[in-house]
C-alpha cells in the first residue's frame, strides 16, 4: 500500500516496547513515524516538527494523556489524536472523545487493529483537506453544466459527452434513478453546435402512448376528440435543437416504429395529417432499465435498440464514486443557502462524514433533497447531524458508549461489545474504501492494503460486501 510520505506520525508512551512494535508496524505501510516517551518530550518534538497524527498513551508518569490531548488541541488543533491505554474503561473513552480524541484504541491492540485505526485517521485527514478547500467558493467548480466531481467514473462520462457533443450521433444515457440522465443530456446539448437552440425534455414513463405521439409529433384540428386546433409537437418546435426523451423504455412499440422512422428520415407526419414535416433535430435517450434483455423478451424493438444504441454514456452510482459526495453536497449548500436567503457555509466534521458513509438509494436527486432539507432546518452557518436526522443522529456505539454499567462484569462485558462493533466499523470501511479506490477491482484492492486476496475476500463475505 502506498502512502504519502508527508503523512506522519508521533508516538507517545513510556513503555520503549510498544513505541518500537508500533514505529515497526506503521513503517512498513510507508508512514513516517517517530516516538516519544514522554507527553513534554512530545510537545517539544511537536514545537519543531508538524505531525498530522499522534498516538498517545493515557497513563504516563510525566504529563498524562490527557494533558497531552488538551495541550494539541490549544497549539495544533488540527493534529488528529488516537488515545491508546491499557487502564481502558467507558469514562475515559467517552472523556477522551469529548476531548476532541478521534479513536480509541485498547492494549493489548493487534497490528490490523492499529493500521485499520490510523488508516481511517488519515481518512479523516483528507475528508478536513477537502472541507477546507470546498468552504471557500472559489473551489466550487461547475464542470460540464453542475457535472460535479473527479471520480474515475464521472471523469470519463464527461470525456464522453465532450467528446459525443460536437457531433449529431445518437446518445443512449443509463443510470439509475436519481443518478442526472438528463444534466448528462443538457451536458450534450450545452457543448454541441446546437446549444443557442431549444431543448425539450420528455419524460415517457409519464404519458400514454396517444398523447407522447400527440406531444412529440402534434396533431391537426379534429384528429380526435378534443382536437379543437393544430397542435405543432415538440418535434417542429425543436427544429435546430435537441430532444431529450426520458425512460425511453417504457414507450409502446407503435411509438418505437415511429421514432425508428424519424431517426432514419428526419421527418414525420402530425396525428391526422397526411403532410410530411422535416426538421433537423438531435434525439437523446435515457433509460433505467437494461434495453438488451427487453429486447431478449420481446418488450423493446431490436431495430430500435441497435438504432439508439450508437453512443452509450453510463453515470455510475453515487455510491461508486464517494469521493464526489462533498462536492455535489457544498454545491447544493451553496445553492439552497442562497435561495434561502441564510448564510449555512459548512458541513461539520461528524455530518461530513456521515454523508460520506450513507449508502444514496435515490442517488444524486436523494442527497440533493436530504442537503434542502437541511438547510431549511439549520438555524447556525454550520449543518450538524441534528439537521440530518434521515441519515440517523447516533451510531450503536455511540449509544453503547454512552451507557453505564452496573458493575464490572457488565463493564468488561460493554468493553468488549464496543471493540467489536469498532473494529467492524473500521474492517467495513476499511474494505470499502479500498475497493472503491480501486473501481471495485479485487485484485488490485487487496493488493494495495498487502493483504492476500483471500483473506480480502474473506472481509467482504464478512461484511456482506459485494460489487455493485
Known amino acids: 500500500m502506498t502512502i504519502d510520505k508527508t503523512v506522519s506520525l508521533l508516538v507517545i508512551d513510556d513503555e520503549l516496547q510498544i513505541c518500537r ?9 510507508n508512514y513516517s513515524v517517530e516516538y516519544a516517551l514522554d507527553g513534554l518530550t512530545a510537545l517539544k518534538l511537536m514545537a519543531s516538527k508538524h505531525f498530522d497524527i499522534v498516538i498517545t498513551d493515557l497513563n504516563m508518569k510525566r504529563l498524562g494523556g490527557m494533558e497531552v490531548i488538551a495541550r494539541i488541541n490549544t497549539s495544533f488543533p488540527d493534529t488528529i489524536v488516537i488515545v491508546m491505554t491499557g487502564y481502558a474503561n467507558v469514562s475515559s473513552a467517552v472523556e477522551v472523545m469529548k476531548m476532541g480524541a478521534f479513536d480509541y484504541l485498547p492494549k493489548p491492540f493487534t ?26 467558493p472559489r473551489t466550487i467548480k461547475k464542470i460540464s453544466h453542475q457535472l460535479i466531481g473527479e471520480s474515475p467514473g464521472i471523469k470519463k462520462v464527461i470525456q464522453m459527452v465532450q467528446k459525443v457533443a460536437t457531433t449529431d450521433a445518437n446518445v443512449l444515457v443509463y443510470g439509475e434513478s436519481g443518478t442526472g440522465k438528463e444534466l448528462i443530456a ?29 406531444e412529440l409529433f402534434g396533431h391537426v384540428k379534429g384528429a380526435f376528440t378534443g382536437a379543437d386546433k393544430d397542435k405543432p409537437g415538440i418535434f417542429k418546435l425543436a427544429h435546430k435543437g435537441t430532444v431529450f426523451l426520458d425512460e425511453i423504455s417504457n414507450t409502446s412499440r407503435e411509438i418505437q416504429s415511429r421514432l425508428l422512422r424519424f431517426l432514419e428520415t428526419r421527418e414525420f407526419m402530425p396525428v391526422g395529417s397526411s403532410k410530411t414535416i422535416k426538421v433537423d433535430v438531435r434525439l437523446i435517450f435515457a433509460t433505467n432499465r437494461k434495453l438488451e434483455e427487453m429486447v431478449q423478451k420481446g418488450q423493446f424493438r431490436e431495430d430500435f435498440y441497435y438504432r439508439i444504441f450508437v453512443y452509450p454514456i453510463v453515470i455510475p452510482t453515487l455510491n461508486e464514486r464517494k469521493m464526489d459526495i462533498l462536492p455535489i453536497a457544498y454545491f447544493f449548500l451553496n445553492q439552497f443557502s442562497k435561495k434561502t436567503g441564510k448564510n449555512i457555509t459548512q458541513f461539520d466534521e461528524k455530518s461530513a462524514s456521515r454523508l460520506i458513509e450513507y449508502h444514496w438509494p435515490g442517488n444524486v436527486r436523494q442527497l440533493k433533497n436530504v442537503v434542502e432539507r437541511a438547510v431549511i432546518l439549520c438555524e447556525h452557518r454550520t449543518i450538524t447531524l441534528k439537521e440530518l436526522p434521515m441519515l440517523g443522529e447516533i451510531s450503536e456505539i455511540d449509544e453503547m458508549i454512552e451507557s453505564i454499567p452496573k458493575t464490572n462484569e457488565d463493564l468488561k462485558a460493554l468493553k468488549k461489545k464496543i471493540r467489536q462493533k469498532a473494529v467492524n466499523k473500521v474492517e467495513r470501511n476499511f474494505i470499502l474504501n479500498a475497493l472503491a479506490r480501486n473501481e471495485w477491482n479485487v485484485t488490485q484492492a487487496s493488493k494495495e492494503t498487502g493483504l492476500q486476496r483471500t483473506n480480502f475476500q474473506s472481509l467482504m463475505k464478512k461484511h456482506n460486501i459485494s460489487r455493485p
Request: with cysteine.
Open 21 to 29: 512494535n508500533c514505529l515497526k508496524i506503521l513503517t512498513r505501510r
Open 111 to 136: 497490528p490490523f487493529e492499529l493500521r485499520a485505526v490510523v488508516h481511517q485517521a488519515v481518512a479523516r485527514m483528507a475528508l478536513r483537506k477537502q472541507q477546507a478547500r470546498l468552504i471557500d
Open 186 to 214: 443538457r451536458a450534450v446539448h450545452a457543448n454541441s453546435n446546437r446549444k443557442n437552440n431549444v431543448f425539450f425534455a420528455v419524460d415517457c414513463g409519464t404519458l400514454t402512448g396517444e398523447l407522447l405521439s400527440s
